[in-house]
């Protein structure tokens, strides 16, 4: 090679080495601006991306986020109406264009395999060049309790520079410097009390230059960040407004039901439709093959619901049952057990030699731990509308990827994304379900049978519930170790079930998944208990059904797993669970403060007032961290007089989660995940055996009733931090808090979900230490 030549290839390439380097230097691009035009009605002006105002005086904050109950909605608008003074009773939300300044970065950022007490600078340097890459490849997404802290500073600087930009204009009117000027209530200020509205200033303030760094309000000025605020979406919902994924109506709209392959994953050998075209209404019948983790089936488009599922009832269809007939699911969970006994896992956090502090440890206690895996149960059964008109798509859906959906919806209809538009409703339950996109998938392919036409597939409950991409089962084991004076010296916690990362990069975006998956075992590796020494590492195990995103993900059960173990370890101690946590927490304050909260709060270390059938109760704690957050709950539970049924009466709930945006969703938020943790941690169990899910319907799997709701009391304790993650938090402690106050009250200790008495417990007294 001559030296020229040379020259030239290690010169271009420290071109491009140097232009790596600064572009991984650079903060993440600017979120303020979309790449196409906001659509604006008459009198209406976008600001920048994410809000539009009129001339009457309506502010509309763009969402892009799903609400799924959780009143995303309201908080997120209440950060960008802050910003701009905006007079809240003329503030709306509208769900956003699908734009990349909308995508999820802080969920991405957060799903780093790391601990958060790692070295803050290789920690820091992951999180930058995760966000710079998210930024430009990621995704439209509303999950991992990432909402408000995705968009704290996005939404903030949104309604900053709208302000700026109509304090601008105002001076200019009147002959003053910006400076000269205020703003409250929708409304420009002057120095003399002059005033203009913003609707008087939209049209011309809307052409201004963009201000290139807006200042934000320091946490003082705030008028609506930190206040209790009524939900923006409370009245739609009220008087049947708010439009569901289910309430899409389009003119001239059909229906499909489905007949899904009983076997997970399986797809349609032959069918005969001949019955189906007997019955009224009937205009098409179309098999589909598993799509995006989905399993195959036949379905009928007909003029009524009804008539639909009538014809897909008459169907007769031969099944071709797939890879997972056979399949047993509590074979698969004794087959996890065996796993733990022969493969030591990815160990996400190492501290010291565990294995020798175990065998120097006087004392030793072990315990296998067990979940099932769980369905998504949400109230809104699955449905999605779309209408194919040959070069173009429409998509009406309940999701919280609404990228993902698009890209579903254009493959199955053989069209590029581009000619895909996607109408996000509001969803009456996510909690991860509506991260999947084989629903979608599916409509679009059966849609595309019927041209010119939009139709509706609704799946009935039993198909919503048996065709999920379930929560994992998981198995974990533990061994603990105890000084003579009852100090922990050792922790060593190996878990094993499916892993959902993996699964989800394959079917929803066809790449490879490989590497470690933090979902895995977060709620194990990844909370703030000081060790002496440790190893907390976890098994992979292929096979099974599909698995997805559940609420809380790995910490709804590795929480379980690790709060009641180190129960069991205070009792061998002989500490009380209490003093045993904080014994643990010297160098976290955070933690410790929030356990005292939760202690004070419940009088711990009294005994706690009975039932109000006479019925003794006992109390038990739980501490976790999760999305950024530290919760501590302490639940009151009694058993019925049948002396076997669990009754739980109250919860006392303290969550530090950094600044709060609005107080009073962060306490419904608390209860929503207590109470949908506790129906899991008492009823939920997916059965499955021969490929085939057993449960049903809401008499298989029931939710709380409204007389066996707890009393729940939610401590929020004040904090300036960056704001955290609310939507999961308050589920993870809630099933070891109940485990663990049963023990105190009958000795039993329970190590398998969901929580069963096996048999009647004699009447007994909760001795002092163990409340």
Known sequence: MSSTRRKFILGSLGGI?????????????????????????????????????????????????????????????????????????????????????????????????????????????ARWMTAKTMREIGVMATGGSSSIKDLWLPMRQAGASAREM?????????????????????EVVAADGRRLAYGDLVDEAAGGPLPRRPRLKAPQEFRLIGQPTRRIDAAAKLDGRARFGIDALPDGLLYAAVRLCPTLGGRVASFDEAAAHQQPGVRTVTRFDPLAGGTGGVAVVADHPWHARQAADALAIEWDHGPLQGFDSQAFMDGLSRTLDQEKGYAYFRR????????????????????????????????????????????????????????????????????????????????????????????????????????????????????????????????????????????????????????????????????PDKTASEGAFDQAYEWPTARIAHVNVAGGPQVGFWRAVGHSHQAFFKECFLDEVAHAAGADPMAFREALLKAHPRQRRVLRAAAEAASWGQTPPPAPDGATTALGVALHDSFGSSVAQIAQVSLAPDRQSIRVHRVWCAIDCGTVVNPAGVRQQMESGILYGLSAALYGQIDIVDGQVRTGNFHDQPVLRLNEAPEVECLILPSQAHPEGVGEPGLPPIAPAVANALFALTGQRLRQLPLKLSAPVPAMTPTQERT
Request: hydrophobic share 45%; proline share 7%; with cysteine.
């Open 352 to 515: 010291g030699d565990v294995q020798q502090a175990l065998a120097a440890a006087p004392r030793r206690v072990s315990a296998e731990y067990r979940a099932p895996y769980l369905a998504h149960a949400a109230l809104e059964p699955i449905n999605c509308t779309v209408r194919f008109d040959q070069d173009r798509a429409m998509v009406w859906v309940s999701t919280q990827v609404p990228g993902l959906a698009r890209k579903a919806a254009a493959e199955a209809l053989g069209l590029p994304a581009a000619a895909v538009d996607v109408q996000v409703l509001q969803l009456g339950g996510g909690f991860g379900r509506r991260l999947e996109v084989d629903f979608i998938a599916q409509a679009a392919a059966i849609a595309r049978a019927v041209p010119g036409q939009p139709v509706q597939t609704i799946w009935t409950r039993e198909q919503d519930t048996r065709h999920d991409l379930f929560r994992p089962a998981c198995v974990a084991r533990f061994e603990a170790g105890l000084d003579e004076q009852g100090r922990l010296t050792a922790w060593n916690n190996t878990s094993a079930s499916p892993s959902i990362v993996p699964q989800a990069l394959r079917r929803l975006f066809g790449l490879p998944g490989r590497g």
């Open 166 to 186: 109509l304090v601008a204009t105002a001076a200019r009117r009147w002959g003053l410097t910006p400076t000269d000027c205020r703003t409250e209530a929708s």
């Open 17 to 125: 080495g140097a232009l790596v380097v600064g572009w991984s230097v650079m903060p993440p691009r600017q979120r303020l601006t979309t790449g196409s035009p906001l659509p604006t009605s008459p009198g209406e002006q976008a600001f920048n991306g994410w809000v539009k105002l009129a001339r009457d005086g309506s502010v509309t904050v763009m969402l892009a986020k799903s609400e799924m109950g959780q009143g995303v909605s309201t908080s997120l608008a209440m950060l960008l109406a802050d910003e701009l003074d905006a007079d809240w009773s003329k503030v709306q939300v509208e769900a956003s264009p699908i734009d990349r300044i909308y995508n999820n970065i802080s969920m991405v950022v957060d799903g780093l395999p790391v601990h958060p007490d790692t070295d803050h600078l290789v920690l820091d340097a």
